[in-house]
């Protein structure tokens, strides 16, 4: 670290430079480093010169001394000099002076002691910078553009309005990237006008005539004061707070809105200009992601983003998208999340709420269930365990204690919609189940998509077990609850008032949350696999028996039709009443009074488009499903179980009614 002998350049119109470690002629451009705080130094926070952003005209023209310029600084007071240049030579001369005034030797101004034609010693300054400012014994801030004049505060107590410019906005330095680190780093602040007269002096235990002082700057810059006052430490904030505090920042090159960052999140990271502003803050982001658990990381929203279910990255694109109204506290859940190839891998659990386009996978950022109401981000799963994120913007959902939530699970979150897996036509295996039919339990929890309502049947491992429980309404007062257990290559139907027990020790916590093959779900419940009689399933149909609530005894009917869906292709089911145990014969939607004794009616009519989510036409009649779709299925005493005698034919094709 370069500072600046303030004596020599007061007394001798020249430039000295001095490291922290030993002492160096103004030659030598030193090591760029030193760590030993033995000398007391003062720090300059300034705004470069600027031009007017409408007319691109020079608004306030200043020729910066560079360190390759630092041997041609002179006399600033000599009037033979251009404009520029004397107020570049002002701004050194004047700060070293404040600095001798206030009882320190060494000043550093990133202007001319960072050689910037270096890059790796312009990588290492910037990454060293915040610390640079929390280790200054004082920082001068320099508000060039200031209303006020070369006057002192009346009686010690400082004007803020003298923080504003002639037209009544506030000075440019509270608008700049740079400066907000700045601020937040220094122990102590002093502030001075155009001129160089003072304005106030910000430290802690600040007097409390201090009060409106300190109020003004933290009304301009949204930052709270016990922030920029050291009575409160960065790391107690949200990622999100400090991303709002710099949301309203500018910068001169677009990559600087992130590098300006890093040291509020203590985060290091290589320069590499020319990549653009949206590259560089979401490199940032994933570095923050690495270093913490927070997950107001992902509490950024578009203003006037109303596009339902549009997928978008889950990294913001800049530190403008954080300025939603409501901060979002440091949200430290028992989980963890970390960066890999697949996506952010997160340990947490999902809500699954009810909107009015249906039911939606929601990671809550903040609040709970004792809470009124939670700030969160909808998710959409696009694969086993792997999710994108919908819209733009955050939601607030209240009683979030009504609605289900999935257990603590690993899942991945894909960074951005590029990273969106390529899917097949269509997913071999997977059921989807209208929405007539309720869920009551399913098994594993990562196979099912509550959006699309489907049972994916792509999982990790190919004899996988999966299971859902649904509720069918046969009439206003009559239903049944059926469980379709699938196991490679068959698909079995479990009654829930015949098979309570097996149906009870297969929907647990632990088989939720775990995948299991069919051997290791007989070891568990060995009476699964004790049943005495086999029928088929032929290509379009089956028939079973079920009880209903009363334990009268109900003729069913299941098959599956075609449904195109957008992001996954499956399968629609379909259970109706068996029209005198016509089977596959049976094709008529609406069933006619039974022998069970009372009307029924089809659980579910022929879907139309309307009725699907995303759906798309034009798919053709036959497709190829795989045998743990349907398959052989043994049935004994109005159960329908799997028969493991059964032959598979896995080349066989299976007709999928059209809709």
Request: proline share 5%; with cysteine; aromatic share 10%.
């Amino acid at each position: 670290m370069r500072l600046i002998n303030t004596a020599r350049v007061v007394n001798d119109f020249t430039i000295e430079f001095f490291n922290r470690r030993h002492e160096v002629d103004d030659d030598d451009e030193g090591d760029g480093s030193g760590d030993n705080a033995e000398f007391k130094y003062a720090i300059l926070s300034h705004t470069w010169g600027w031009q007017d952003e409408e007319t691109g005209k020079w608004a306030h023209k200043v020729d910066e001394v560079t360190y390759n310029e630092r041997h041609q600084f002179s006399n600033p007071f000599n009037e033979s000099l251009p404009p520029s240049k004397r107020k570049a030579y002002r701004k050194i001369y004047y700060t070293c002076r404040r600095a001798l005034d206030l009882g320190c030797s060494y000043v550093w101004i990133d202007s001319c002691c960072i050689d910037k034609s270096n890059s790796a010693e312009l990588t290492e300054s910037i990454n060293s910078m915040f610390r640079w400012y929390s280790e200054a014994d004082v920082c001068l801030v320099y508000l060039v553009d200031s209303c006020g004049g070369a006057t002192a505060p009346q009686n010690g107590v400082p004007d803020p309005h003298r923080l504003y410019t002639k037209d009544g906005t506030s000075c440019r330095w509270f608008s700049r990237c740079w400066t907000l680190q700045e601020l937040l780093a220094s122990r102590k602040l002093v502030f001075y006008d155009g001129e160089w007269g003072l304005i106030g002096t910000l430290q802690d235990q600040a007097p409390k005539d201090l009060d409106e002082f300190r109020s003004e700057i933290s009304k301009i810059t949204k930052v709270d004061a016990e922030a920029f006052l050291g009575e409160a430490q960065l790391w107690e904030y949200s990622v999100e707070a400090k991303m709002n505090w710099a949301s309203n920042r500018k910068a001169g090159r677009p990559e600087d809105i992130a590098y300006s960052l890093l040291g509020l999140f203590d985060i290091h990271m290589p320069l590499i200009y020319g990549e653009g502003a949206r590259a560089a803050f979401q490199r940032l982001q994933l570095e923050i992601i690495k270093s913490t658990s927070d997950l107001s990381i992902f509490a950024w929203h578009t203003e006037g983003s109303h596009q339902e279910g549009q997928i978008c990255s889950v990294l913001a694109d800049s530190p403008s998208q954080f300025r939603f109204p409501r901060r979002i506290c440091r949200v430290m859940p028992e989980s963890h999340h970390t960066m890999t190839n697949k996506g952010i891998e997160m340990i947490s659990s999902l809500h699954r709420v009810q909107t009015p386009s249906g039911e939606r996978y929601f990671l809550v950022l903040q609040g709970d269930e004792s809470q009124s109401d939670s700030i969160g981000i909808f998710l959409r799963k696009v694969d086993y365990n792997v999710f994108q994120r919908v819209e733009e913007s955050l939601a607030q959902i209240p009683n979030l204690a009504v609605y289900p939530a999935t257990h603590r699970n690993t899942f991945y979150i894909t960074s951005s919609p590029q990273h969106n897996l390529k899917l097949p036509a269509l997913d071999p295996g997977s059921i989807h189940v209208p929405p007539e039919y309720e869920v009551i339990d399913l098994l594993p929890e990562a196979c099912w998509d509550c959006e699309n309502r489907v049972l994916l049947g792509r999982i990790p491992c190919n004899d996988g077990v999966k299971a859902l429980k649904l509720s069918i309404t046969i009439s206003d007062e009559h239903w049944v609850e059926v469980t379709l257990l699938s196991c490679p290559p068959n698909l079995e139907i479990l009654t829930y008032r015949t098979d309570k027990a097996i149906s009870d020790a297969l929907f647990t916590r632990a088989h939720r949350r775990e995948f299991m093959n069919w051997d290791e779900l007989v070891n568990k419940i060995p009476q699964i696999n004790d049943f005495d009689s086999t029928v088929y399933i032929d290509d379009d149909s089956v028939s079973f028996e079920a009880r209903d609530q009363n334990r009268r005894k109900v003729p069913l009917l299941i098959k599956l039709v075609e449904t195109p869906l957008s992001q996954i292709a499956a399968a629609t089911l379909q259970i109706s009443v068996d029209e005198g145990g016509k089977g596959k014969d049976s094709n008529t939607p609406q069933a006619t009074p039974s022998d069970s004794g009372f009307s029924t009616k089809s659980a579910i009519d022929t879907l139309t488009t309307a009725d699907l989510l995303s759906r798309h036409s034009g798919s053709p009649d036959v497709r190829s499903i795989d045998p743990d779709l349907i398959a052989a299925t043994r049935i004994a005493n109005g159960r329908a179980v799997r028969s493991r005698k059964v032959p598979s034919n896995r080349s066989r094709r299976y007709k999928i009614e059209k809709t």
